[in-house]
């Protein structure tokens, strides 16, 4: 139903259900594109990712990174699209690189920068922007601040790397999505107001 009203971008946050619905689906004059927004293990990383799924929303580190890159040289697949996993809230529970003080510590925007550049040199990973989560709240305003951190630093790396196209700002979600939207926001993660709870 959601196809049919026009939806060709899903997004799944389980690899093993990921992989279901993909096989399941078959519509060969106009694919699906298959987005990737849960965590990725190391132990996931698969030399087909690239092939299977549009864009990985989740790489939080430089070894996964380098993982992805260097079964994709090994195996002759395709570069992997990807977006960097940015923890700017500082919740202990969220993955992504620890960048909760960038715009207060230099040190940590320099860690994070030089770990970027080694990644943007990878020849089989392809980074299209970054994605983040903000804590889950009733009140969507709470979470502004974090959707506006990684709009800013989207800008510096804009700045820093001009030669990546950090054109995505993957963030907010269901309870969110406007605020994220506002902030800049052009991928949205809405399954819960589309398809419902999870049973």
């Keep these: 139903m959601a196809y049919q009203a026009g939806l060709r971008h899903f997004g799944e946050n389980r690899m093993e259900e990921a992989l279901q619905k993909m096989a399941a689906w078959v519509n060969e004059a106009e694919p699906l594109q298959w987005h990737f927004i849960g965590h990725l293990q190391r132990r996931q990383a698969e030399s087909d990712l690239g092939q299977q799924f549009s864009l990985l929303h989740s790489v939080d580190s430089l070894k996964l990174a380098e993982r992805l890159d260097r079964l994709s ?12 996993e940015c923890n700017v809230s500082g919740e202990a529970s969220k993955f992504g690189f620890d960048l909760a003080t960038w715009q207060q510590h ?25 994605m983040t989560m903000a804590p889950y ?41 406007e605020v994220a939207i506002e902030e800049g926001a052009t991928l ?9 709870e999870r049973s």
């Design 73 to 84: 040289q090994r195996d002759n697949q395709p570069a992997v699209n990807i977006l960097l």
């Design 137 to 177: 709240s009733d009140d969507p305003e709470t979470a502004r601040p974090i959707f506006h951190s990684l709009a800013l630093l989207q800008k510096t790396l804009q700045a820093e790397l001009p030669t990546v196209h950090w054109q995505q700002l993957s963030m907010g979600m269901t309870d969110d999505f």
């Design 106 to 130: 230099p040190t940590q925007l320099n860690h994070f920068l030089r770990e970027v550049r080694q990644i943007a040199a990878l020849d089989k990973i392809v980074l299209k922007g970054l």
């Design 188 to 196: 949205v993660r809405i399954g819960r107001a589309i398809f419902g």
